[in-house]
Nanobody
């Protein structure tokens, strides 16, 4: 069992930056692929980024590539999402997720554990 807790959301103007954090507790954090998803009102939850256990080869959705950076600190059991050049369309609840298995890591079904989410609102 892994418990995940997101923080760092808030209200920011377009063009601004935020850094989200997701702290994990429970089983060995470094065993899990970690990801960020987001869900805007009235829309499906969508993939944002994932990072492998050793921190190599992060992968991003096209919509955030070049603006967002996912990273992790296995010593602190934390994964981060640095979001720059934010746009109003980035407004959503952002969720972190952990996967203990193999699969397509851009898909929701690959993840066993989810946090409660943190709201990000970008004003125009």
């Amino acid at each position: 069992q892994v418990q995940l807790g997101e923080s760092g959301g808030g209200l920011v103007q377009a063009g601004g930056s935020l850094r989200l954090s997701c702290a994990a507790s429970g089983r060995t954090f470094s065993n899990y692929v970690m990801a960020w998803f987001r869900q805007a009102p009235g829309k499906e939850r969508e993939f944002v980024a994932f990072i492998r256990q050793n921190g190599q080869y992060p992968y991003y959705a096209d919509s955030v590539k070049g603006r967002f950076t996912i990273s992790r600190d296995n010593g602190k059991n934390t994964v981060y999402l640095q979001m720059n050049s934010l746009k109003p369309e980035d407004t959503a609840v952002y969720y972190c997720a952990a996967s203990s298995g193999a699969g397509y890591y851009s898909l929701r079904r690959s993840y066993n554990y989810w946090g409660q989410g943190t709201q990000v609102t970008v004003s125009s």
